[in-house]
């Protein structure tokens, strides 16, 4: 059998001894614990274990110290990650790609059930030079498939888990270039956004995040856990299934506290004194080194860690913040929370992502669609992109950097609640800003209410 070799910081492998080793315990020979199928029995729940709110459930997941799972992470197990019980509420089995082994990947087909992918980072993707799957990605949570590979050499089908074995620890090789690789194929690589769960707080981030703390290469595997009865299995109901295979549990979470504790990724610039209509404030300048852009937080009165601070998360709408657009109710909600945290103390939160992250000449043509019968959730689709593009990791991080831990959020929108409090901060209480309807804003304000779940 020709050598396929995977070259890693860990030194370098012959991906085919993996299936000589398979091979070995389908005759019956001896074959070395670490190579068994299935994962060691649990051990017992570890006095240091982390418990970390979760979905409701009669058969909640234990979870670890961060230290533990990377421990079992650069051993070559596979480990559970979770992600925020109001987002996917799923969990996913994760191991580095550079031990993507026959028996892991066939663990994660039999048990797991679910796809099979292969998380990369942003500039791993590059380097190989794989083109995303789709242009304009509207998926719900955004997911990034990049095209489907196989590898070139040691492969047929490429479909056993032998094969997507040798596909998935090429990839994570470093020495790998795209000619290493057929497209389309049996493996789906997963491109993590920069900035990573500080921006998106996903499996896909989380893996990559995770293996980078690690110190291993930023490409891992995860897959999703389905139940016998083809549903999805939920936070609330994989204790059992934790303790039979005695796996190592972490939530995306713990990554994020994690990450934001040890690194920075805003600037702060500039503090100066605003004097408003609607009150004074001091204006802080913030510099995201993820996006690039600067973010404006306006702050009235003193903060206090220890309680619930007044705070509206305003994302930029130029037509209607400043040119008093009657087409939205973005401008007059601003000038409302202005008007209340100037009155009671607190923090309004200026982030540049226009027209719900798509930009402004984006959005300008969403508006002529709409023009033509399309609400903004379709205009947007049509267009390309997803309904929201926003995200609030950058957001929570200057929160936090101005002190902020608790919130009183001024918002209609229950998904900006998902997005700020997996980023360590608690939401105390949702209050909606309430906008009167007019002729030229109602079937926007419909639309935001029957299609995207706002309060209003």
Not at 57 to 69: A, N
Request: hydrophobic share 35%; glycine share 8%.
């Amino acid at each position: 059998m020709k050598n396929v070799e995977f070259s890693s910081k860990n030194g370098v492998f012959d991906i085919n001894s993996f299936i000589c080793e398979c091979d070995a315990a389908v005759s019956g020979e001896p074959v070395q614990q670490e190579a068994e199928p299935t994962p060691p029995p649990a051990p017992e729940p570890s006095t240091a274990a982390v418990q970390v709110p979760v979905a409701d459930g009669t058969d909640p997941i234990i979870y670890h110290p961060l230290e533990e799972v990377l421990c079992d992470l650069r051993m070559g197990k596979l480990i559970l990650m979770t992600d925020d019980p109001h987002r996917e509420n799923e969990a996913d089995l994760v191991c580095a790609g550079q031990f993507a082994t026959p028996q892991n990947i066939n663990f994660m087909a039999t048990h797991a059930r679910g796809l099979i992918c292969v998380p990369m980072a942003p500039e791993r993707v590059d380097a190989l030079g794989l083109p995303m799957q789709a242009q304009h990605n509207t998926e719900k949570h955004h997911t990034a498939f990049t095209v489907s590979v196989d590898a070139r050499e040691g492969t047929t089908t490429g479909i056993s888990a032998f094969e997507r074995s040798i596909t998935t620890m090429k990839l994570a090789d470093p020495k790998a270039t795209l000619d290493d690789f057929v497209q389309p194929g049996h493996c789906f690589p997963l491109r993590a956004v920069e900035g990573g769960v500080i921006r998106r707080a996903g499996h896909t981030e989380g893996t990559v995040d995770l293996l980078r703390i690690a110190g291993m290469e930023p490409v891992g595997v995860c897959c999703e856990i389905m139940k016998e009865d083809g549903t999805m299995a939920r936070l609330g109901e994989l204790g059992s299934f934790q303790k039979k295979y005695g796996l190592k549990a972490c939530s995306l979470a713990q990554i994020i506290e994690h990450r934001q504790h040890t690194e920075k990724l805003i600037i702060k610039e500039e503090v100066v004194k605003l004097p408003t209509d609607f009150g004074d404030f001091m204006c802080h300048s913030y510099h995201s080194k993820v996006d690039g852009q600067t973010h404006l937080a306006l702050v009235h009165g003193e903060i206090d860690p220890e309680k619930p601070v007044l705070c509206r998360v305003h994302s930029e709408c130029l037509t209607g913040d400043v040119f008093a657009s009657r087409r939205c109710d973005c401008g007059s909600q601003l000038h409302t929370a202005m008007r209340r945290v100037a009155q009671e103390g607190g923090v309004i939160l200026y982030l540049r992502q226009e027209g719900r992250g798509i930009g402004l000449s984006a959005k300008l043509h969403a508006y002529k669609l709409q023009e033509q019968g399309l609400d903004t959730v379709d205009a947007n689709i049509k267009l390309g992109f997803a309904p929201d593009l926003r995200d609030y990791g950058v957001g929570a991080q200057i929160l936090r950097d101005l002190g902020v831990r608790k919130l009183r959020l001024l918002t209609n929108n229950p998904r900006k609640i998902v997005g700020l409090s997996g980023h360590g901060l608690t939401i105390e209480e949702q209050m909606p800003i309430s906008i009167p309807a007019h002729e030229d804003n109602k079937h926007y304000l419909d639309t935001k209410r029957e299609r995207m779940g706002h309060l209003i």
